[in-house]
């Protein structure tokens, strides 16, 4: 996708430092941080969004969520405990229309998210 800055990462035209990547995926720090740490966890597949994805998806999905876990190991916020989160769409806030989740932590993230 042309104008989607998670391909210019994907393909270099960004320059990022992955934190991780492998051939379905990459990790690398939010340009503009809401908590100690936050990263994003990005397929390098253009998914516009969750509501994109398909069964063909599914062993993708699944090794994000264990990348994460893994990431929040190496971070050394697994013992304190993190958030996850996945905006889709404009009322879950989604700016940026390729698929990504958020790893937040290093911080108390109080309890649980609302639309105030
Ligand atoms: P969304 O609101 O779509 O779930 O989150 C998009 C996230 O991407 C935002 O938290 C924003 O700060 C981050 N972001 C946008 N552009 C860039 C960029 O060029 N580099 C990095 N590292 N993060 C970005
Ligand atoms: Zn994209």
Known sequence: MADCIFCKINNGEINTSFLYED??????????PRAPVHLLIVPR?????LGAAEEKH?????HINLVIAQMAR??????KGYRV????????GQEV????????GGAPLGNMVTYR
């Open 45 to 49: 597949e253009h998914i516009a969004d």
């Open 85 to 92: 989160i996945m905006n889709k769409g404009a009322d879950g």
């Open 97 to 104: 229309f390729h698929l990504h989740y958020h790893l937040l």
């Open 23 to 32: 051939e379905q995926i990459m990790v690398f720090r939010d340009i503009n």
């Open 74 to 79: 190496q971070e050394g916020i697994s013992d």
């Open 58 to 62: 599914k062993e993708l999905l699944g």
